[in-house]
Structure formats: structure tokens, C-alpha cells
């Protein structure tokens, strides 16, 4: 008997939509979100919109207004420097965890993905897709359970600003170019299951990418 898909409560769907509206800088830093839109949107009534922005205040990502709504928080720079500490603390040693496994077909279909990117590095949705892939890879292979928690929500925290870095004009080409090159590095070892390579390749990137969020910042600021 074929089982019917579990379909996720309406809350549970609103809030993945809003807070990956929030990540992907569909709603912007600063962006005020009113209750009454949302409810309409979503065809609902204003009760399971307001629990979802209090979710979302949890999770520090958005700032509630009294009877109004919310507002997107922006990003700033302790937020940045925080966020790529935990990483620099997490995702080199589960690099260096997941080199000495067999991932040769995940990291083989990785490569052919950044080979296309290279050829159209125009493309938004492939470049976010093959990083989130690529991290994905990585720390879904972690045997620690709580360590994959971790680095998933560390992870999610940082797609925000990394959206966001991407979304600078002024610096877009180099972010893609340097972050496709950083992601070949980290293939190379993890394919050649070099434990050390790996590690290195991601300190690298991690030391680079907020470098990379920090300059969007500024930019951001002088514009």
C-alpha cells in the first residue's frame, strides 16, 4: 500500500515561507511585514501569522512591532563576525570528519553542477543551490547527531548574509568567482579523501567568506 504524503501543519509552512523570504532577502533587512498582508497572502486569519512572527523574533530574525506587525532586523556586523566564528569553530572539522568517507558519486555530481556554474556564473539559483548543496553534503554525513544539528542551524543562519553579500553589485562578480574557486578546493580534497586538504580548504573559505559579508556591509553602508 503506497503511503500518502505527510503534508506539514499551515503554520509550519507559513513560517518556512516567510523565514526563507527572510534568508533569500526577499524581505530585506529593515523591511517592515504587516499582519493583515500576510494573512491575506497566505488566505488565513491573523492568529497563526502573529505565533509565526514570534517564532521568527526567537530565531532573531525579525523585530516585532506592537498591533502592526514586524520588522526584518538587519544585518550587522557583531552578527557577521559571531555567526562565521561558529563556523570557523564547526564546519572545518566536519570537513576533516567527512574527507575520510565515500562520497565520490555526491561530490562527482557536485563538480559537474560547478563546471555549469562556471560556464554561467549569471546564474543565482544554480550558484545558492550548488553551495547549499555543497555544505549540505558535508555536514549531513557528520555521524554526531548533535554536531549536524548544530552546523545545520549555523549554516542557516549564514545563508542570510551570504544572500545578502551576493546581492551587492558592486563586489557580486568577485564573491561568485572566488567562492566557486574555494568549493573546487574543497571538492578536490574531499574527493582525493585528504583530511588535512579538506580542513585547510574549508578554513579558507570560511576566513574568505566573512571577509566577503563584512565588505557587503560597508558597501551597503556607502551606497
Known amino acids: 500500500m503506497k503511503k500518502k504524503p505527510v503534508l506539514k501543519p499551515m503554520r509550519e509552512q507559513i513560517y518556512e515561507a516567510i523565514q526563507e523570504s527572510i534568508i533569500t532577502n526577499v524581505f530585506a533587512p529593515g523591511e517592515e511585514l504587516h499582519i493583515d498582508r500576510l494573512a491575506e497572502e497566505f488566505g488565513v486569519s491573523t492568529t497563526p501569522i502573529r505565533e509565526v512572527l514570534i ?17 526584518v532586523t538587519s544585518i550587522r556586523e557583531e552578527d557577521v563576525r559571531n555567526t562565521w566564528e561558529m ?5 572545518p572539522y ?8 565515500n562520497l565520490e558519486p555526491e561530490i562527482l555530481e ?40 548544530m552546523l545545520r542551524d549555523v549554516h542557516q543562519r549564514s545563508m542570510r ?11 557580486r562578480d568577485r564573491v561568485v568567482r572566488e567562492v566557486i574557486s574555494e568549493h573546487k578546493q574543497i571538492l578536490e580534497a574531499l574527493l582525493k579523501k585528504d583530511s588535512k586538504g579538506a580542513f585547510d580548504a574549508m578554513k579558507y ?13 560597508t558597501c551597503k553602508e556607502e551606497s
Open 55 to 71: 517564532r521568527l523574533e526567537g530565531r532573531g530574525l525579525v523585530t516585532l512591532i506592537p498591533n502592526k506587525g514586524a520588522r
Open 87 to 91: 563556523r570557523m569553530l564547526l564546519e
Open 94 to 101: 566536519a570537513a576533516r570528519i567527512t574527507a575520510t568517507m
Open 110 to 149: 557536485l563538480e559537474e553542477a560547478f563546471k555549469k556554474l562556471e560556464k554561467n556564473p549569471q546564474d543565482r539559483e544554480l550558484y545558492m543551490q550548488s553551495d547549499i548543496n555543497l555544505h549540505r553534503v558535508i555536514y549531513n554525513h557528520v555521524p554526531n547527531n548533535l554536531l549536524r544539528e
Open 161 to 171: 548574509m551570504r544572500y545578502f553579500a551576493e546581492d551587492v553589485s558592486q563586489i
Open 205 to 217: 573559505h570560511i576566513e574568505n567568506g566573512e571577509n566577503r559579508a563584512l565588505l557587503a556591509l
